[in-house]
């Protein structure tokens, strides 16, 4: 098959039936009556491509975990639908503005892998979700006549699931707005479905320059072949990559997994941007870590590896990203602070309060 044709041979052969994930993956009739419990509540679908990279019979693969419904999910008394209040801070069909000079638009309602712990399950993989012409119409008539948004995030669902055509013709809209300074696209197709990333859609892209592209990669088992293929692909196109993980129990919320996974992302051209902490979000209790996991992460990786390998670890809430970071600072007197590096060593740097002080800097 030509490696055009391919990303649509997964798609169309997407697994959506226990009995296709069988071939992959050992289905005891127990798990077969989880998934069903499960998928009435939330859906699920996983590409050939992703499915060949579990582990037969390892109940604890990160791709499984990642991609496989588990009826823990069913078990989940804090989570709601909408963490982050996203239908309360939309001004327009599918978009949300948290920022002042940035939107997300939600362009699309499918992706190539449903992952469990998707943010955006209350809409990605449902039939409500309105992306008529009307809809469209409607969300770029807001952005043209709101000046100050110069960022525009396409995301989803995952915008690189639709045809070249149809991307071309969201960006191509967006580009003719000339306030819309950059264009970002958030995609995990270069995890889940790296055939999608072909030549044809890397040179459609590059038109439509200054374009970024946000992926999400969790764990290292999924930086393959044809995923550092894929972001050559688009690093050539001069799409700058970042990372964006989501910090899963079981999965990455180990600092050597993370250091591997960060080191490997590197290697692939793709820039480590955020480790999100997993939000109290319906059906991800079992996914969830205490924050101060992550900011133990962090402490493993900076200093440890390559300065812009280490991520900002976030927590989102409706009121915007919120960084979280270990204390570097760790006391102060009048003209010094105390400050504690990677590997725990004190060092006093001078630091007066009142800069005209006579004292300052003695
Ligand atoms: S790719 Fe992103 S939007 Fe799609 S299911 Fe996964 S987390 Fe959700």
Redesign the pocket.
């Known amino acids: 098959m030509p490696f055009g044709g391919e990303w649509k041979y997964q798609i169309s052969n997407s697994i959506r039936k226990t009995d296709e994930l069988g071939k992959y993956i050992s289905i005891t009739p127990e798990k077969d009556e989880d998934i069903s419990a499960v998928e009435s509540e939330f859906s699920w679908c996983i590409t050939p491509y992703y499915a060949n990279l579990m582990e037969r019979n390892d109940s604890q693969c990160p791709i499984i975990k990642q991609a496989v419904p588990d009826i823990t999910e069913l078990h989940d008394p804090l989570g709601v639908m909408d963490p982050l209040d996203e239908e309360k801070h939309s001004p327009a069909p599918n978009i949300v503005k948290v920022y002042p000079d940035r939107i997300a638009w939600c362009v699309s309602n499918s ?5 469990r ?5 209350r809409m ?2 449902r039939e409500s979700f309105d992306f008529s012409k009307e809809a469209r119409k409607s969300a770029l008539d807001y952005i043209a006549r709101t000046p100050e948004i110069r960022d525009v995030l396409l ?4 915008p690189l699931i639709y045809d070249d055509g149809m991307i071309e013709e969201i960006l191509a809209r967006l580009r003719a707005i000339k306030h819309v300074e950059i264009i970002r696209i ?3 197709t270069p995890c ?1 479905m790296p055939q999608r990333i072909t030549e044809g859609l890397c040179s459609m892209l590059k038109k439509y320059h200054p374009l970024w592209l946000n992926t ?1 990669f969790n764990h290292p088992k999924e930086l393959t072949r044809e995923a550092t293929e894929a972001c050559n692909r688009l690093a050539d196109a001069g799409i700058p990559l970042g990372n964006q993980s ?1 910090l899963l129990r079981g999965i990455n919320d180990d600092p050597k997994i993370m250091k591997e996974l960060v080191r490997g992302l590197v290697k692939m051209r793709v820039r480590p941007y955020y480790i999100y902490q997993c939000q109290t979000l319906s059906g991800t209790a079992h996914f969830r870590t205490p924050i101060e996991t992550g900011i133990e992460i962090i402490r493993k990786l900076r200093g440890f590896t390559t300065g812009f390998a280490v991520p900002t670890y976030v927590l989102d809430t409706p009121y915007g990203k919120v960084p979280m970071s270990p204390n570097y600072i760790v006391d102060r007197d009048k003209d010094a602070v105390y400050l504690r590096n990677f590997e725990g060593k004190i060092w006093r740097e001078p630091n007066p309060m009142d800069e005209n002080s006579p004292d300052a800097y003695i």
């Open positions: 992706c190539a892998v449903l992952c712990h998707c943010l955006r399950k990605v993989g995301t989803g669902g995952d958030g995609s995990r889940t999400q989501v």
